[in-house]
């Protein structure tokens, strides 16, 4: 049998596990109590002369607004008050419906960080969400995060339809709001009967769960603005675009 000193550092290792990609649907309204509400467990951990080496898997784990659980595999190794955890995440292979949005992406990867002694934050965080390659940190209480990104190709359709080649930005949660900055390389936008592309495109995003969605982006190619968008489910219109070139 291990201490409770032992079991209590794997529970930490999977809430902190979990909330690595929780930000999402904790921004849509769902706590990590609720995101676990009904997902079975099963697992086992090590301890020997102050290293631990264990895995807890989640199956079935549900996500608000995700057509299908997730299986999530969580593993801690290393010293007892310092594990190196890594997060398996096997999702829907999508598309996936958020906030109106539909990504044409897969929500599966892996990610790995380090918890602090204080059991308070996850540092180093690396890894691969979907078509995002991120790198950040997690502080667990109260809930905050901090993530740079470079994306691979993936699409968006929904008020505006964009096809993303790849690109760079930061992600952030705090305070019950997912902000993100974005330049990316964009071959085709469509909206409201507008269409441009190739061009760079500057977004800045936002997410609650009580205004939702809030988008503005700005397009342009060879050096000039082509195209101006926001989007406002809160605005009448929620959707204004203006396009040249």
Do not use: C
């Not at 997410?207 to 397009?219: H, N, T």
């Amino acid at each position: 049998r291990l201490p409770v000193t032992a079991w209590l550092s794997l529970a930490a290792t999977l809430v902190g596990g979990v909330l690595l990609f929780a930000p999402l649907g904790s921004a849509r309204g769902g706590s990590p109590e609720a995101l676990l509400a009904g997902t079975r467990f099963e697992g086992a951990a090590v301890l020997d002369d102050g290293q631990i080496e264990g895995q807890v898997n989640l199956n079935d784990l549900v996500v608000p607004e995700l057509d299908a659980p997730v299986q999530v595999s969580l593993a801690a190794t290393g010293p007892l008050e310092q594990p190196r955890l890594t997060l398996e995440l096997d999702g829907p292979a999508g598309p996936l419906e958020i906030a109106g949005f539909t990504v044409d992406a897969p929500l599966a990867g892996t990610m790995s960080g380090t918890l602090s002694p204080s059991y308070d934050r996850l540092e180093d965080v690396s890894g691969r969400l979907g078509p995002l390659q991120l790198s950040g940190e997690v502080a667990l209480s109260p809930l905050a995060a901090q993530f740079d990104f470079t994306a691979a190709p993936f699409s968006v359709a929904g008020p505006a339809t964009v096809a993303v080649e790849g690109g760079s930005g930061t992600i952030t949660y705090r305070d019950g709001e997912l902000v993100s900055a974005a330049d990316l390389d964009v071959t085709r936008v469509e909206a409201a009967g507008a269409q441009a592309g190739p061009l760079a495109l500057a977004v800045q995003a936002n997410y609650d769960a009580q205004a939702g969605a809030r988008l503005e982006a700005s397009g342009t190619a060879q050096g000039q603005q082509v195209l101006a968008l926001t989007y406002d489910p809160s605005s009448t219109p929620s959707l204004a675009v203006n396009a040249s070139g």
